[in-house]
């Protein structure tokens, strides 16, 4: 049975949950980063349920895929971005390992939906 609303994919869910996250962790970080990195982190956050949204509106499979696919750079983008903070000492130290375990997981149900989607086009 295919998914009609994306709101059912646990992966939309779980991406929504991180950008939760990002936008809560991203008010800790100095006022100077308003522009700059917080901004940054939190688009490419906001980017991952926004395309695997979209994604799913598509009428083929192939075009889910691609949305997909960028989703799946936005999550990388995310997870080196809360690196950066980290090393730029925004008291991430005590964060980083949950995010990075919220960014793994999206990324794992990323992937997972795509081999999916993959296996369904060749059948």
Request: no cysteine.
């Amino acid at each position: 049975m295919a998914v009609k609303d994306y709101r059912e994919l646990i992966v939309w869910q779980k991406a929504m949950d991180l950008v939760e996250q990002v936008y809560h962790h991203t008010g800790r970080f100095p006022k100077e980063e308003v522009y700059g990195l917080s901004s940054q982190l939190r688009r490419a956050a906001v980017s991952i349920p926004s395309n695997i949204a979209e994604g799913n509106a598509r009428t083929t499979t192939r075009d889910f895929l691609h949305f997909l696919s960028i989703a799946y750079g936005s999550i990388k983008e995310v997870e080196t971005q809360i690196l950066i903070a980290e090393r730029l000492g925004y008291d991430m130290q005590k964060l980083t390992p949950k995010l990075l375990e919220s960014t793994n997981e999206v990324a794992r149900l990323i992937s997972g939906l795509s081999n999916s989607l993959k296996r369904k086009l060749e059948s």
